[in-house]
DNA sequence: AATCGTTCCTGATAGC
DNA sequence: TGCTATCAGGAACGAT
């Protein structure tokens, strides 16, 4: 379930390694990954191109291909961007060497862009969510216009967060993971945030004070960056584009810990259903106000 | 206009 | 053992 800080993780790694790099062919497996077009039409703008710059924006990975042509890719919940050398023997992927040789996620690579150094960039994507399309520059903007504001940013202010607010209603862990309110958050860090919070996850927005406000901000860009400083996530399937797992949990303190001692505590952690999302919380710890 | 519910898809797991 | 049913989950889309 890559995040803002699994997102940020796998651009780093891939700017230092293929910027510069050209594409030189495409394989699929499950033409629906692609959209907007079908696969032979987007192959044939993809190939032949050079990678001029890696992005993201929220959970969105920006291939910047040059000449106002971007390349977007959106892992959403098992989606995984790998970078390795495979081998298709027998119709599967082989990894010679690295982490990536006994990953089980071989098992779900649907696209691989084969890279002008003889190596390759696969989507693995177990349940087929994921996204890839090829985009101009005016048509990404108006795809991003939708987003909220990057919770890392400099511009992103506290007093610029309690206006959001201000206008907003319902349940706080469905507006934090609301891309269109603030972008990154998903359910993993939505109930790490609201815990180091001390917040209810279906508490509304109406009940919250300034201070709560404040406490949401500081737990939003702390979480945020240490799991970035982690390498990410590690208790989902999440990987690095090398098949390394994160470090992120070392800290997580409510999320898939259901029936477990709160870290605070000691009372059990619950889990509820909220819009279809498992959420995680200390009942003593974030009582409902 | 904003919020809520449904849908996409398939591997993992539970239950018989 | 092996089958079937259930669940997970980001975000687009339709319904209210």
Redesign the pocket.
């Known amino acids: 379930?890559?995040?803002l800080p699994e997102v940020e993780t796998i651009v780093r790694d891939l700017r230092k390694e293929i910027v510069g790099r050209i594409f030189v062919d495409i394989w699929t497996d499950?033409e629906?990954l692609i959209k907007k077009e079908d696969f032979e039409s987007f192959k044939k703008k993809i190939i032949g191109r050079k990678i001029i710059d890696i992005g993201r924006r929220?959970?969105?990975i920006i291939i910047d291909l040059g000449s106002d042509d971007i390349l977007l890719i959106?892992?959403?919940?098992?989606g995984h961007l790998l970078l390795g050398n495979w081998e298709l023997k027998d119709n599967k992927w082989i990894a010679p060497e690295g982490p990536l040789s006994t990953d089980?996620m071989n098992?779900?690579l649907h696209v691989v862009f084969y890279l002008d150094d003889k190596r390759q960039l696969a989507l693995s994507d177990?349940?087929?969510?994921a996204?890839i399309m090829f985009l101009k520059k005016d048509e990404l903007e108006e795809?991003f216009d939708?987003l909220g504001p990057e919770p890392l940013e400099d511009d992103f202010t506290f007093e610029k967060f309690r206006k959001m607010f201000l206008?907003?209603?319902?349940?706080i862990k469905?507006?934090l993971?609301?891309?269109?309110?603030i972008?990154?958050?998903?359910?993993?860090y939505a109930s790490e945030i609201l815990f180091r919070s001390k917040i209810h996850p279906e508490e509304k927005?109406e009940n919250l004070k300034d201070e709560d406000f404040k406490n949401i901000y500081n737990a939003i860009r702390d979480i945020l960056n240490e799991s970035i400083k982690l390498r990410g996530d590690s208790f989902?399937d999440f990987r690095t584009i090398y098949g390394e797992k994160g470090g992120f949990h070392k800290i997580i303190k409510v999320?898939?810990r259901k029936g477990m001692g709160c870290v605070n505590c000691g009372e059990k952690i619950e889990?509820i259903?909220l819009?279809?999302?498992?959420?995680f919380f200390c009942p003593k710890c974030q009582k409902k106000r």
Request: hydrophobic content about 25%.
């Open positions: 379930m890559p995040e499950t629906s929220g959970k969105n959106h892992q959403k919940i098992t089980p098992r779900f177990a349940r087929k969510f996204k795809e939708k206008k907003k209603k319902g349940k469905q507006v993971m609301d891309q269109s309110f972008v990154g958050i998903g359910n993993i927005i989902s999320y898939q889990r259903n819009g279809g999302r498992g959420s």
